[in-house]
């Protein structure tokens, strides 16, 4: 079975950082795509991020271009995302979701449970 | 970046009765369209993909249809565990891959 599970969520100050991770188990890591999609309280999903199998292609949205890095560790089955400079509209939960073997242009059909940031001073 | 437009944002709907959601593209995303559900406290589960086929252990109420930039869910007959918060995403255009911003069905 595929499973995603992330960490690293919790309370930070307004201009501080935090990394998550995902850990990933059941399926070929390095063959995939992996993803960020958060969510705000009470809203709907924003695409965050998005790296390539061998993580040499990257994807940022404005929002978070500058502020994220993302990558991945394919010997650790894990993907990090570094987060810096974060902002109160940053507060979401943040999922880990898993992409296609052969590209970008596929559905999501894996998700993790959701790790909450909270940006508040 | 392809903008999705769902309506409408809340749905009131009986338990048994149809309920339909619609969700525009603004441009053609061909087929290449899903539907998620979810619910509080839960990550989004994938329903439909590729606009009209069902994901593993969908059950047969949920059927997706259209194409082009006019896509439709329909829940023929909804049960308890059907009330929950819809949204349509593209994946013909990268980046980024792009959701609506949800139609809730709630109880009537």
């Known amino acids: 079975d595929v499973h995603l599970v992330e960490s690293g969520g919790g309370l930070v100050q307004p201009g501080g950082s935090l990394r998550l991770s995902c850990s990933a188990s059941g399926f070929i890591f390095n063959n995939y795509v992996m993803q960020w999609v958060r969510q705000p309280p009470g809203k709907g999903l924003e695409y965050v991020s998005a790296?390539?199998?061998?993580?040499?292609?990257?994807y940022y949205p404005d929002s978070v271009k500058g502020r994220f890095t993302l990558s991945r560790d394919n010997s650790k089955n894990t993907m990090y995302l570094e987060m810096s400079g974060l902002r109160t509209e940053d507060t979401a939960v943040y999922y880990c979701v898993r992409g296609g073997s052969s590209g970008w242009y596929v559905p999501f059909d894996y998700w993790g449970q959701g790790a909450l940031v909270t940006v508040s001073s | 970046e392809i903008v999705m437009t769902q309506s409408p944002a809340t749905l009131s709907v009986s338990p048994g009765e149809r309920a339909t959601l619609s969700c525009r593209a603004g441009?053609?995303?061909?087929?290449?369209l899903a539907w998620y559900q979810q619910k509080p406290g839960q990550p989004p589960r994938l329903l439909i993909y590729g606009a009209s086929t069902r994901a593993t252990g969908i059950p047969a109420r949920f059927s997706g249809s259209g194409s082009g930039t006019e896509f439709t869910l329909t829940i023929s007959s909804l049960q308890s565990e059907d009330f929950a918060v819809y949204y349509c995403q593209q994946y013909n255009s990268w980046p980024p891959l792009t959701f609506g911003g949800g139609t809730k069905v709630e109880i009537k």
């Open positions: 790296i390539s199998g061998n993580g040499g292609t990257k």
């Open positions: 441009q053609s995303v061909g087929s290449s």
